[in-house]
């Protein structure tokens, strides 16, 4: 593979191998992109920009080559939770959009995942559209809610359409480029639209407590922002932060054991995901920045 030699957000030749993880690993296997993977503290090899701080991969990931392994992956576990996630980025999402940009009529999720977010929101708004890399994801949408996703990554995808509101949850930090992705949720938003930009937070009192096997750490999760560096990126497309908040799940009370058992232990001891009562968790490590347009 490629070394990198600029950051992928300021394109500074100021970077610096650190050691980030656990575990380092060597490449990508389609098990390790899975929403639902438990690997925590593993990683490829990491470099940080001195300039700017964006912790990113040291050698260049080929977007095709990370796409086809996002394409062909199965994810029965997120599946199984895929409604009560869905309800649960929905609730706060809407709240968003209403406090932020009350006029809209258009929106795109950018990593649709299950497509629940996109089924609510049509509910609501006039044109409400969805992309997903995963073609079994796209086809639980289908199959669940009869919506049609559009089963490409955002690399890739090609629009002449721009949208009141853009929201990309969590997909930041796992596309070959961090640059490229933010640029084309840019030239998507309308005038005055708004993008809703989740993503973990590098600098957060939970990153410091677990250092080196912190539960964002693992090995689909290739760009680690901070304020700084989410700035420096919106920046770029002439985004401005209006607001920002931090993220919550709603997950089933099994999958939250199970992966409190593979932090602490690195494997899991005995298995509790038949338990499906709903948890909320806001761990304060991750964030919805709100950004303007303009």
Known sequence: MEERKTCDVCHSNFLRKISFCRTQIQQLKAEDVRVTNKDYGKSLAMAVCQDCGLIQP??????????????????????????????????????????????????????????????????????????????????????????????????????????????????????????????KIAAMLGPSAIAIIGTPDVESFASRLFPGKWWHIRPGHLYYFHKRSFLRLAAKYNLSLVGSEFFSWELPLGYVVDSIQRLIFG?????????????????FDSRLNIVKKG
């Open 267 to 283: 494997k899991v001891w005995m298995k509790f995901d038949a338990c499906r009562i709903p948890l909320r968790l806001c761990l």
């Open 58 to 183: 040291q050698h260049l990931i080929d977007p095709h080559s990370l796409g086809k392994l996002y394409h062909e992956g199965n994810d029965a576990e997120y599946v199984h939770s895929a409604s009560l996630r869905g309800q649960s980025n929905y609730r706060q999402i809407s709240r968003i959009i209403k406090r932020y940009d009350p006029s809209c009529s258009s929106f795109l999720e950018v990593g649709a995942g299950s497509g629940t977010l996109v089924s609510l929101l049509k509910n609501e708004y006039a044109q409400v559209d969805g992309i997903e890399p995963n073609i079994s994801f796209c086809e639980f949408a289908r199959d669940a809610y009869t919506i049609a996703l559009k089963n490409v990554g955002i690399e890739d995808f090609q629009t002449d359409r721009t949208y009141d509101c853009v929201v990309a949850l969590d997909v930041l930090e796992h596309v070959a480029s961090a640059d490229r992705c933010m640029g």
